[in-house]
T-cell receptor
Framework: GAVVSQHPSRVICKSGTSVKIECRSL??????MFWYRQFPKQSLMLMATSNEGSKATYEQGVEKDKFLINHASLTLSTLTVTSAHPEDSSFYICSARGGFTGGTEAFFGQGTRLTVV | QKEVEQDPGPLSVPEGAIVSLNCTYSNSAFQYFMWYRQYSRKGPELLMY????GNKEDGRFTAQVDKSSKYISLFIRDSQPSDSATYLC?????????FGTGTSLTVIP
């Protein structure tokens, strides 16, 4: 299957600082990228969907000024958690769609565990 | 009603057992169905993908879709301890993906 690389895998930051998470599709062009948040023993919660070159579409209840998403190229999307607080601590996962399969499946990154102290 | 319903388990089986994981979905327009495997603290990994009704087999894994009853299944034969993970069913409609909550599976040696 296609490879999606997410970096960093783990980050600890101080409250009030910003953290950037990168998501790269390594061997295909990702026309659409998704950002999820996952709490322990719960399913994926979609935060936003982004298409290359356009603004991200945020799900209801997700603050777009706090979770900045940039999808500047067909292989890279970034999620920046601005002014992070302890309640933002979570597992963030990106997924990408688009490529040799015709874009039917979504492939996931390895996830980023964010801890805000 | 959620688009995809999945029993969270946990499910515990002895090594070598046949495992059956199931989901139901609500929208008859769904045609693409996927199963993902997620190990602890890792991102989900695509296991199987099927289109419309029918079976698809890949090694020890068989995915089954019954559109008449809106039922999705994943069967694992000769289960191994390395199969211990959370399994998520998913479906897609246009650009929206819908995931089940995941079933936690433990295969005991």
């Amino acid at each position: 299957g296609a490879v999606v690389s997410q970096h960093p895998s783990r980050v600890i930051c101080k409250s009030g600082t910003s953290v950037k998470i990168e998501c790269r599709s390594l061997d295909f062009q990702a026309t659409t990228m998704f950002w999820y948040r996952q709490f322990p023993k719960q399913s994926l919660m979609l935060m936003a969907t982004s298409n290359e070159g356009s603004k991200a579409t945020y799900e209801q209840g997700v603050e777009k000024d706090k979770f900045l998403i940039n999808h500047a190229s067909l292989t890279l999307s970034t999620l920046t958690v601005t002014s992070a607080h302890p309640e933002d601590s979570s597992f963030y996962i990106c997924s990408a769609r688009g490529g040799f399969t015709g874009g039917t499946e979504a492939f996931f990154g390895q996830g980023t565990r964010l801890t805000v102290v | 009603q959620k688009e995809v319903e999945q029993d969270p388990g946990p499910l515990s089986v002895p090594e070598g057992a046949i495992v059956s994981l199931n989901c139901t979905y609500s929208n008859s327009a769904f045609q693409y169905f996927m199963w993902y495997r997620q190990y602890s603290r890792k991102g989900p990994e695509l296991l199987m993908y099927t289109y419309s009704s029918g079976n698809k087999e890949d090694g020890r894994f068989t995915a089954q879709v019954d559109k008449s009853s809106k039922y999705i299944s994943l069967f694992i034969r000769d289960s191994q301890p390395s199969d211990s993970a959370t399994y998520l069913c998913a479906t897609r409609l246009r650009d929206q993906f819908y995931f089940g909550t995941g079933t936690s599976l433990t295969v005991i040696p």
